[in-house]
């Protein structure tokens, strides 16, 4: 967990979301006068309510977000989080929302913060758009409207971290949260696929076993050499574990489309193994 993350949180949010200085020409006095967003107010998918400014650092705190990022915020609205992602995580981000006017709101906000050279804001459907070359996806909508989207999510490059605010992705539970005093964040890791069956040849070519594996998610099952395997994956990263000859045997690598690179230890001994999907 983030160390001391409601003082790291709310000094940032002073920062990110109090006043602007006019060295970037708009402030967000200015913004504000041109077009203010009302809570509750109707929009195509979900009605608009502004993110608390504390929870959005937070929830890109947990994401790990870094300026390698490139983070879509899916329903923008006023653009708070693509905003801070710039500004705070030197992310590159990109906003979409339908509502015209929130748009260009967000965009004169994103000026008033000075990070316009590193986040846009497009009008467009969310279900529509292409944002397939996002490392991290932000959300804030409802559950119905997550569940709709999930199966592009899943599609995605494992690894791709997804992040929402008080709203889940029903059955896929999430692989971390956080509770505040103004509501839960959620982050699920989209899992490489790594189902079906699996032979697995030790490097040195002295072994091989074989795998079955079922994946729910991130979650794991099977069968190696007829005992029960449980396990796990974390973006492309897999691990699992079973019973061979009385001895716990623990398997850990990555998987590239059909092929896993990995650790095999059994016994305080490891030997480098790589397995091929059958």
């Known amino acids: 967990m983030i160390a001391q993350p409601r ?13 602007t200085s006019l060295a970037h020409g708009k402030t967000r006095a200015d913004c504000e006068r041109e077009y203010t967003p009302q809570r509750a107010q109707e929009g195509k998918d979900v009605i608009w309510a502004p993110t608390p400014d504390a929870v959005v650092l937070r929830m890109l705190e947990m994401a790990k977000v870094t300026r390698a990022d490139k983070l879509y915020d899916l329903g923008a609205g006023d653009g708070k989080v693509a905003i801070a992602a710039g500004k705070h995580f ?19 906000l994103a000026e008033a913060e000075g990070v316009q050279a590193r986040v846009t804001f497009v009008q467009g459907d969310i279900f529509e758009a292409d944002f397939r070359d996002a490392t991290v ?16 999510l899943l599609d995605m490059k494992p690894g791709t971290r997804v992040v929402t605010y008080s709203f889940t992705m029903g059955d896929w539970r999430w692989d971390h949260h956080i509770d505040t005093d ?13 189902a079906g069956a ?20 991130q979650n794991l099952r099977g069968t190696a050499e007829a005992a029960p395997v449980t ?26 489309a059909d092929r896993i690179t990995a650790t095999v230890t059994r016994g305080g001994v490891s030997t480098e193994y790589a397995g091929t999907r059958d």
């Open 137 to 152: 996806v932000a959300l804030y909508l409802t559950t119905t409207v997550n569940l709709r989207l999930r199966p592009t």
């Open 182 to 194: 103004e509501g839960s964040a959620y982050l699920w890791i989209v899992p490489a696929n790594a």
């Open 198 to 217: 699996w032979t697995f040849r030790s490097v040195s070519g002295e072994g091989s076993f074989a795998v079955a594996l079922e994946q729910t998610f």
């Open 7 to 19: 003082l790291l949180a709310s000094a940032a949010a002073l920062a990110l979301f109090g006043l």
């Open 90 to 108: 030197a992310a590159t981000a990109v906003g979409v929302e339908y509502d015209p006017d929130l748009v260009k709101h967000a965009q004169c």
């Open 231 to 256: 396990g796990k994956l974390s973006g492309d990263r897999i691990d699992f574990a079973f019973l061979q000859d009385g001895q716990q045997t623990h398997v850990g690598g990555t998987v590239d």
